[in-house]
């Protein structure tokens, strides 16, 4: 079965500052993608960032990016010069190519210090 | 940009009574998912579905039922709401082609549900 773990429930960073969330999960497909959603306190959960498992290559987006090691089910999220607005709830989460259900982690509250 | 809406953002119901929650999405996406939200345990698949009438079980659809009339709205149904169905309830959309990666779910604001 599909599990995704955040062992991190909250985490804080200064403003300006690098922060990494965590992401494990487990799975014995060969072919899926990896998301990390941002839910800010308004609600709406957003697309940050996604990784396609046969890519080596780390994805990029501006400020987030990832460290996937497939490897070792490892998918963290790096945020760079945190800002104010960066702070919400961050959830991995996984999807088998093959199918269109997400499996989710239980989420990271991220809070930004001015 | 993709845009799913849901009906309600705060519903106050009380036990036992039926409860609607309606989601409709404006990019012609064929799939569609109800995911309930709770403290500690992250988003858990209630029902999707991958066409008009067509429904596939998620994690956990005790205590709810899905509706899907029309391929822009999905509608999750609590037939006698009780306490433990307090919580948060996301819709979201998905294509169904384009290849894998494609399928990227966008979500609805949530409609927060209070059972008493």
């Known amino acids: 079965a599909q599990t995704v773990t955040q062992s991190q429930p909250e985490m804080s960073v200064q403003e300006a500052e690098t922060v990494t969330l965590s992401c494990t999960y487990d799975t014995s497909e060969s072919d899926y993608y990896l998301f990390w959603y941002k839910q800010p306190p308004s609600r709406q959960m957003i697309l940050v960032i996604r990784q396609e498992a046969y890519k080596q290559q780390n994805a990029t987006e501006n400020r987030f990016s990832v460290n996937f090691q497939k490897a070792a089910k490892s998918f963290s999220l790096k945020i760079s010069d945190s800002q104010l607005g960066d702070a919400a709830m961050y959830f991995c989460?996984?999807?088998?190519?093959?199918?269109?259900?997400?499996?989710f982690g239980t989420g990271t509250r991220l809070t930004v210090i001015p | 940009d993709v845009k799913v809406t849901q009906s309600s953002r705060y519903l106050v119901k009380r036990t036992g009574e039926k409860v609607f929650l309606e989601c409709v999405q404006d990019m012609d996406h064929e799939n569609m998912f109800w995911y309930r939200q709770d403290p500690g345990l992250g988003l858990r698949l209630i029902y999707f579905s991958y066409d008009v009438k067509m429904k596939e079980k998620g994690d956990i659809p005790e205590g709810y039922s899905v509706s899907r009339e029309k391929k822009e709205r999905f509608s999750l149904i609590l037939e006698s709401a009780s306490t433990n169905q307090t919580s948060m309830y996301l819709c979201a959309s998905s294509p169904l082609g384009g290849g894998g990666i494609l399928k990227t779910q966008y979500f609805g604001p949530g409609t927060r549900l209070l059972v008493l």
């Open positions: 989460a996984y999807r088998w190519s093959g199918a269109n259900n997400l499996f």
